[in-house]
């Protein structure tokens, strides 16, 4: 497979701060990312998507940037809320194959 | 949204017994799923991928004789872990692609089941 299992980063920050989480994908023909969030003990949950031909795409609080040219994905979230606490992944996507994971950041809010 | 539901939630098991884990989409139907395993603090490593009605694809590493999976129905895919030890000790979660209604048009998602945790002691 191409997701290599690593120790994840980790990532601090105070409650209504901004954070960004970044990704490194592997393969420069995947043309689908998606960023997961996952709580402890769950199955991840979809938070945002983004195809090849985009560089930037926004939600709600969140806002997803792929840069292809050095196979790079980020995540920003805006005022980061307690709740934010998870482990952040994203995917990789060749359309019609399987999706493939990022190694993932450990994301903590200090109240 | 489509719903996939995995079961059981936590399993504990004497090692050398079998584990069997369900995989089942709800409200859509799934010719492809797929078995991930997952680590303490490690991302998700994709083990297989279950195809309805034929032989499942195996990452490179993963043993087809350890770990059997069955996808009999266009909603059930089934990993059975054969004679388990306590390596094998680990959180599986299973995924089946849909259409996401408001993601990126025309792209699928991968909507996951909450998992299972074995424990094999």
């Known amino acids: 497979g191409e997701s290599v299992g690593l120790h994840l980063p980790t990532l601090s920050v105070q409650e209504g701060d901004n954070s960004i989480i970044n990704c490194a994908y592997s393969?420069?023909?995947?043309?689908?990312f998606i960023w997961y969030k996952q709580e402890s003990g769950k199955g991840p949950q979809f938070i945002i998507d983004i195809r090849s031909n985009m560089d930037k795409r926004q939600g709600q609080r969140v806002t997803v940037l792929l840069n292809k040219t050095v196979k790079h994905l980020s995540l920003q979230i805006a005022a980061t809320q307690p709740g934010d606490s998870a482990v952040y992944f994203c995917?990789?996507?060749?359309?019609?194959?399987?999706?493939?994971f990022g190694t993932g950041t450990s994301l903590t809010v200090i109240p | 949204g489509a719903v996939v539901s995995q079961h059981p939630s936590w399993v504990i098991c004497k090692s050398g017994t079998s584990v069997k884990i369900e995989c089942r989409s709800l409200?859509?139907?799934?010719?492809?799923m797929f078995w991930y395993r997952q680590f303490p603090k490690q991302s998700l490593m994709l083990m297989a991928t279950?195809?309805?009605?034929?032989?499942?694809?195996?990452e490179q590493g993963v043993e087809k004789d350890k770990f059997l999976i069955n996808h009999a129905s266009l909603t059930l895919s089934t990993l059975t872990v054969t004679s388990a030890h306590p390596e094998d000790s680990s959180f599986y979660i299973c995924?089946?692609?849909?259409?996401?209604?408001?993601?990126?048009?025309?792209?699928?998602?991968?909507?996951f089941g909450q998992g299972t945790r074995l424990t094999v002691v």
């Open positions: 409200d859509f139907q799934a010719t492809t």
């Open positions: 393969n420069s023909a995947s043309d689908y």
């Open positions: 995924s089946a692609q849909a259409i996401r209604t408001g993601g990126v048009a025309g792209y699928t998602e991968a909507f």
């Open positions: 279950s195809n309805e009605g034929s032989k499942a694809t195996y």
């Open positions: 995917a990789e996507n060749l359309t019609g194959n399987q999706f493939y």
